[in-house]
């Protein structure tokens, strides 16, 4: 139980260009999700709380118009980098909250050229 | 497909007690294996490993990675409430197409009792 998948796996855009990330809880509700970006030295940032229904709470420091959220549902949440540019690039990751724990997606490594 | 599985699920202990958290694996193109203590909402980093049998050490935590029988151990002595958190192992490998990324298992959620 609690399997959260993410799509794409692997994504290479052009600079400009937008991007979604889908996080998807497969097999049970998931009123929150949280958002992650992988830094050097294996560090993960905190960019933004998904709330089903309302408003994402984001980090200080996270730019909200770039980095678009959306939890339209109980068991989706997308993330949008919007005019992505190279500095981007990265690893982004989700994790959907059961209720006790957090589990994590496979992430989506992000390059753009 | 790339798997982590972590055991035990949950543990509760008293203070001053060593537990041993574990963690095995099934992925291609290994490339490192990474555990991670998370209080809040940020996962926080704590060891690296890539190479077999070499002890990484951090105060009272350790670990140690066997990649022939594919499994990790964290040990955590003389415990203290402070140290009640989920622990996370992930491992990073390539994927298809060459890019790399985190594969997680689901967290031992740990329990000190004073």
């Known amino acids: 139980g609690a399997v959260v998948s993410q799509h794409p796996s692997w994504v290479i855009c052009k600079s400009g260009t937008s991007v979604k990330i889908e996080c998807r809880s497969l097999?049970?509700?998931?009123?929150?999700m949280f958002w992650y970006r992988q830094f050097p030295k294996q560090s993960l940032m905190l960019m933004a709380t998904?709330?089903?229904?309302?408003?994402?709470?984001?980090e200080q420091g996270v730019e909200k118009d770039k980095f678009l959220i959306n939890h339209a549902s109980l068991t989706l949440s997308t993330l949008t980098v919007t005019s992505a540019h190279p500095e981007d690039s990265s690893f982004y990751i989700c994790?959907?909250?059961?209720?006790?724990?957090?589990?994590f997606g496979s992430g989506t490594r992000l390059t753009v050229v | 497909e790339d798997k982590v599985v972590q055991s035990p699920l949950s543990l509760v202990v008293h203070e001053g007690d060593t537990v041993t958290l574990n963690c095995s694996y099934e992925?291609?193109?290994?490339?490192?294996l990474l555990w991670y203590k998370q209080e809040k909402k940020a996962p926080t980093f704590l060891f690296m490993l890539?190479?077999?049998?070499i002890e990484k050490k951090s105060g009272r935590l350790s670990s140690i990675l066997d990649k022939k029988e594919l499994f990790s151990i964290l040990n955590i002595t003389a415990t203290q409430t402070g140290d009640s958190a989920v622990y996370l192992c992930?491992?990073?490998?390539?994927?298809?197409?060459?890019?790399?990324?985190?594969?997680f298992g689901k967290g031992t959620h740990l329990i000190i009792q004073p």
């Open positions: 992925v291609t193109n290994f490339r490192s």
């Open positions: 992930a491992v990073d490998a390539l994927l298809r197409g060459g890019a790399d990324g985190l594969t």
């Open positions: 097999d049970f509700q998931a009123t929150t």
């Open positions: 998904s709330n089903e229904g309302s408003k994402a709470t984001y």
């Open positions: 890539t190479s077999s049998g």
């Open positions: 994790s959907a909250w059961t209720g006790t724990a957090g589990t």
